[in-house]
């Protein structure tokens, strides 16, 4: 069993910056692909960024490309999600999610373990 917990986020303007950490505990073996989903009003989960711990091999949505980085520090077990030039429409509930196998899978029923989520809110 993998528990997540995130932190950050809040309110921040449109053209601001957040960061979103992730920690994992327990078997933390299973956590071999973390990434971070968000879900906003009226829309599905989608996938916003991916790693793979081992390697360090990345996955970003098209609409967050260029704008948020994801990186590890897999001695604390730790994923952060860097969110920069942030727009209104980033606005969501994002959560921190984890899987076993090394493929950057943008499904999100292939991802076993989830945080409770942080919201998001960028004002325009």
Not at 42 to 64: C, D, M, N, P, Q
Not at 73 to 97: F, G, I, W
């Amino acid at each position: 069993q993998v528990t997540l917990v995130e932190s950050g986020g809040g309110v921040v303007q449109a053209g601001g910056s957040l960061s979103l950490s992730c920690e994992a505990s327990g078997y933390t073996l299973s956590a071999s692909t973390m990434g971070w989903f968000r879900r906003a009003p009226g829309k599905e989960r989608e996938l916003v960024a991916a790693i793979v711990r081992a390697t360090g091999t990345t996955y970003y949505g098209a609409s967050v490309k260029g704008r948020f980085t994801i990186s590890r520090n897999n001695a604390r077990n730790m994923v952060h999600l860097q969110m920069k030039s942030l727009k209104p429409e980033d606005t969501a509930l994002y959560y921190c999610a984890a899987r076993s196998g090394f493929s950057l899978d943008t499904d999100r029923t292939s991802y076993n373990y989830w945080g409770q989520g942080t919201q998001v809110t960028v004002s325009s």
